[in-house]
């Protein structure tokens, strides 16, 4: 049954349905990703990132020293997270010294698995500064010792990874650097139990099939980043990302692409601030909010197909069908991953693309959000796609209490015409237009 409601502006809108009887549903605490992206919007928002110039990687193998003089060597350290103790091995140990590099190439061992190239822990700082015409190359090469599913290890720890920099007081201080990973579980950069990451003009690049993100803190880590490029190959593989006991990612012109199922161009268990940068997501949502957590999007311009890879059913649907397609995915899988609690997400100036019809800008389920939107574009495949679902599904949560529960600001915003499909009781939806120019969807379903 559709409904034409006549929108007033600045006027509080509060839609909740009962039309859909809820099926029994299953708690599933698999971790899900979707979607996909290919074109930048013609709307292009003027202040984006800019792209590497050209420049070469250096290919010279250097021997690392800090800066007393004492020889950097492989090694291991154990590093406390939340009190689970993980011991992590690396080509180069930085623990508790200084070590500054402005040229060279630096890798793991190729017949070590689980080896990181740099680990930086206890206190630790590591400064690698090349400079704009010759980058300093980091490449970890060697497989996962766990070959099969990607598991906690690497998605959490950072085992396997590019660089790690673990533990409070600990930093790295990356620029002019080409950072390589050609393994499963191999995440390019990690901060992670307290650490901070500072990387700029720098170029990333995972090609393992699965778990290789770009930037990724996790257990309060954070990492900020400007004029970074990163493409990443495989799946769950996001180019910002966060993961279990939360972290930060701040990030400024920068140039992102992923190219597999489950990595989108943003994926939040924390906190991910990003402004001023372009992004396609060529299988996965351009967003993907988890569980008590935030990501805020100013200046951007984002596209995806938003295409999903998880099977269910819905109130909306209730044939079997992919039930994760979205441009920005928000909800709670229960997997432990994220904290309980309301999703937020904040878009400002910034055009959102999907590319592939019948896929809604908006979906949200098990789960409360507030969104806030001032001065964006959003342009879908078909003018009958739905801009924002709100439901439960067999999936997550348990049925009846499952659904999307959702809180709208609108500024400057035009969303005339837009269609949403509210869900059962458990689902809800309400729009604040907070300025004379602002206009509330006037279609629902």
């Known amino acids: ?89 690396a080509a180069y140990l930085i623990d508790g010294v200084e070590v500054e590099i402005s040229a060279g190439a630096y890798e793991s061992a190729s017949s070590s698995s689980d080896q990181v190239v740099f680990l930086v822990v206890n206190g630790g700082k590591l400064t690698i500064t090349g400079t704009a015409s010759k980058y300093v190359g980091i490449t970890k090469t060697g497989s996962a010792a766990s070959s099969g599913q990607v598991g906690d290890d690497y998605n959490f720890y950072g085992i396997n990874s590019g660089i790690v920099v673990a533990g409070s007081g600990s930093e790295a201080t990356i620029q002019y650097a080409y950072i390589s990973t050609a393994a499963n579980g191999s995440n390019a950069v990690v901060s992670t139990a307290g650490a901070t990451v500072n990387i700029l003009n720098s170029e990333i690049e995972t090609t393992g099939s699965a778990g290789s993100r770009g930037l990724h803190a996790t257990y309060e880590g954070t990492i900020n980043a400007d004029t970074v490029k990163i493409t990443t190959q495989g799946s769950s593989c996001a180019s910002l990302a966060t993961d279990r006991g939360g972290g930060t990612v701040n990030a400024t012109n920068m140039t992102l692409e992923t190219n597999s199922s489950g990595s989108p161009l943003v994926y939040s268990t924390g906190t991910i601030n990003v402004s001023n940068s372009t992004g396609v997501a060529n299988n996965a949502q351009m967003v993907v909010v988890e569980g008590g957590s935030s990501a805020n999007v100013d200046s951007c311009v984002f596209s995806c197909t938003g295409s999903g890879n998880r099977t269910g059913t819905s109130e909306s649907n209730s044939s079997s069908h992919v039930i994760d397609a979205g ?21 400002t100036n910034s055009t959102f693309t999907v590319t592939t ?79 004379s120019s602002s206009t509330a969807v006037n279609k629902v379903q």
């Not at 009962?18 to 292009?44: G, H, L, P, Q, R």
């Not at 920005?328 to 937020?344: C, E, V």
């Open 327 to 347: 441009g920005i995915f928000i909800y709670q899988s229960f997997s432990g991953d994220a904290s309980d609690g309301t999703d937020y997400f904040t878009a």
């Open 1 to 89: 049954m559709k409904k034409i409601l006549a929108v007033t502006l600045s006027l509080l809108l509060v839609f909740s349905f009962t039309a859909c009887k809820s099926e029994e549903t299953t708690t599933s605490d698999s971790e899900t990703t979707t979607a996909v992206s290919e074109e930048t919007s013609e709307n292009a928002t003027e202040s984006v990132a800019a792209t590497a110039t050209s420049y070469e990687v250096d290919t010279e193998k250097l021997e690392v020293k800090d800066v007393n003089g004492n020889t950097i060597s492989s090694g291991s350290a154990s590093v406390s997270f939340s009190g689970t103790k993980k011991t992590i091995s």
């Open 357 to 435: 019809e019948g896929v809604p800008m908006f979906y949200i389920t098990n789960i409360s959000a507030e969104i806030t939107l001032n001065g964006n574009t959003f342009n879908s495949a078909s003018t009958d796609d739905y801009f924002l679902i709100a439901e439960g599904t067999n999936q997550w949560g348990k049925s009846g209490s499952n659904g999307g529960k959702v809180v709208m600001s609108i500024t400057n915003q035009d969303l005339s015409g837009k269609s949403v499909f509210v869900g059962s009781a458990s689902s809800s939806l309400s729009i604040t237009a907070t300025d």
